[in-house]
Nanobody
Framework: VQLQASGGGLVQAGGSLSVSCAAS????????MAWFRQAPGKEREFVAS????????AYADSVKGRFTVSRDNAKNMVYLQMNSLKPDDTAVYYC????????????????WGPGTEVTVSS
């Protein structure tokens, strides 16, 4: 599966932004889709994931209650709606795909797309 994230940009603290990831390839609905982010000088970290059916989601504690991950299997798309953004959310956001649920490590994900940059100004 090939992935391409889009929708990043500059937003003020407290604002909202949505990023999207388009997937190509077969059997999109069988993959767990996740969002990771990497801030300057930091390790890439798990943000959120959604199960293949879209019926289950998981979030990092740092974004729980502010971010919402969703997917549309008919369109081969996965989304991350980010609300109440903070300067600490500034990072490059990546979408990734894996076969197994409840995986939170970079090494658990086999497929990655180029990231999209999100900058939150204070």
């Amino acid at each position: 599966v090939q992935l391409q994230a889009s929708g990043g940009g500059l937003v003020q603290a407290g604002g909202s932004l949505s990023v999207s990831c388009a997937a190509s390839g077969r059997s999109f609905g069988t993959y767990v889709m996740a969002w990771f982010r990497q801030a300057p000088g930091k390790e890439r970290e798990f943000v959120a994931s959604v199960r293949g059916s879209g019926g289950a989601t998981a979030y990092a504690d740092s974004v729980k209650g502010r971010f919402t991950v969703s997917r549309d299997n008919a369109k081969n798309m996965v989304y991350l709606q980010m609300n109440s953004l903070k300067p600490d959310d500034t990072a490059v956001y990546y979408c990734a795909a894996a076969r197994s649920w409840l995986k939170f490590s970079v090494t658990d994900y086999s497929y990655w797309g180029p990231g999209t940059e999100v900058t939150v100004s204070s």
